[in-house]
């Protein structure tokens, strides 16, 4: 791959984390691979890699924009991101409040218990492990 598509990847995998785009891209079928190397280009690529906005500004900005679409998938998987990127979880919750009053309440509420779930996993997953080695 050339160098644009590896920055591309790198961001990527830094916002949606290796686990995830190494899953995508073990999926990867003759059929879906152009679609995945255009998503990478153009999505990670030209719009993550724009410097015009922080990355963090960008992942509350796709929070909002998959949310009010309806794309509960992609509310989980930003959310993620988000936490991954930076953003706080009030951050989050402040965007969800404006998708709320801006594209539905439906809309905020679907969002909301995603990014609650989301939320909580990642605090657990961040928590220290007990001196005892228990969790």
Same mark, same amino acid.
């Given at each position: ?41 153009? =999505?990670? !690529?030209? &719009?993550?890699?724009?410097? %015009?906005? *922080? ?8 929070? /909002? ?40 309440? =439906?809309? !905020?509420? &679907?969002?909301?218990?995603? %990014?609650? *779930? ?8 961040? /928590? ?8």
């Amino acid at each position: 791959m050339d160098e644009s598509f590896e920055r591309a990847m790198s961001v990527r995998r830094a916002v949606l984390g290796d686990d995830y785009v190494d899953a995508v891209m073990t999926g990867t079928t003759p059929f879906t691979a152009g679609f995945q190397q255009f998503v990478t280009r153009w =999505a990670w !690529g030209e &719009a993550w890699l724009d410097d %015009a906005l *922080e990355p963090q500004v960008r992942s509350l900005l796709t929070i /909002a924009v998959v949310t009010v679409l309806g794309q509960l998938s992609e509310v989980r998987l930003h959310v993620r991101g988000a936490l991954r990127n930076g953003c706080s979880p009030e951050q989050i919750a402040a965007v969800l409040k404006h998708v709320a009053v801006y594209a539905g309440v =439906a809309r !905020g509420v &679907a969002g909301v218990s995603i %990014a609650d *779930e989301e939320v909580a996993a990642h605090a657990a997953a961040s /928590a220290p492990a007990p001196a005892d080695g228990s969790r």
